[in-house]
Each structure stands twice: as C-alpha cells, then as structure tokens.
C-alpha cells in the first residue's frame, strides 16, 4: 500500500509565500510522473503544476512565475513552493502521483489526503 502525505499548508497573508512537500511511502517500485492539484471551495479540481521522473515541468497559466514544483526521487518527495500568494489561491491542495507498486503491474493513480492553503490579511 503507497501513500501520499503532504505537510507544509497554513495560513499566509498575501504577498507571502508556504512551500508545501509531499513523501510517498510504502512499497515503491517507480514514481512517474508527480503533480499538486488545488480544489476551492464551489470549484472543481485544478492543476496547479506537474513534474515528470527527469524534472520536465509544467504549471497553469496563473501560477507561472511564482510557483516552483521540484522533487527528490531518492526522497520519494515532491514540493511546490508558492511565492507572492493571492487570496484566489486559497484552496484544498492535493498531491499527486503516477506510481508503481511491487507486487503489482502497471501505474496507477495515488493522491494524497489534501493540505489547506488559506491566504488572508
């Protein structure tokens, strides 16, 4: 069993910044491609940033230039850190993960269990 368990959420006035971090554990065989999704309150579920195994990245047009999606492969971890916040990205943020286990074939989907990001003055 792989799970996703992201720490690094709060509460942040505008202007400020939070990196967020998200470690898989359990029996890894591969991790492919990992992302962090966002879901406000009303809204549906949004990509903020993806990150291929070889570092290639990709982000929503309005998190461009001010949130960095990196990770560790030894670390099984990815991280997004979010600078200059805006009240609009408040939100629910998930983890994602393209992942292989032992003992199972294929990849699969594996999400973690959320972190709130509130940015408020």
């Known amino acids: 069993q792989v799970q996703l368990v992201e720490s690094g959420g709060g509460l942040v006035q505008p202007g400020g910044s939070l990196r967020l971090s998200c470690a898989a554990s359990?029996?890894?065989?591969?991790?492919?491609?990992m992302a962090w999704y966002r879901q406000a309150p009303g809204k549906q579920r949004e990509l903020v940033a993806r990150?291929?195994?070889?570092?290639?990245?990709n982000y929503a047009d309005s998190m461009k230039g001010r949130f960095t999606i990196s990770r560790d492969n030894a670390k099984n971890t990815v991280y997004l850190q979010m600078n200059s916040l805006k009240p609009e990205d408040t939100a629910v943020y998930y983890c994602?993960?393209?992942?292989?286990?032992?003992?199972?074939?294929?990849?699969?989907?594996?999400w973690g269990q959320g972190t709130q990001v509130s940015v408020s003055s």
């Open positions: 994602y993960a393209f992942i292989r286990s032992w003992g199972r074939d294929g990849f699969y989907d594996c």
């Open positions: 990150i291929t195994r070889i570092g290639e990245t």
């Open positions: 359990g029996i890894i065989f591969s991790i492919d491609a």
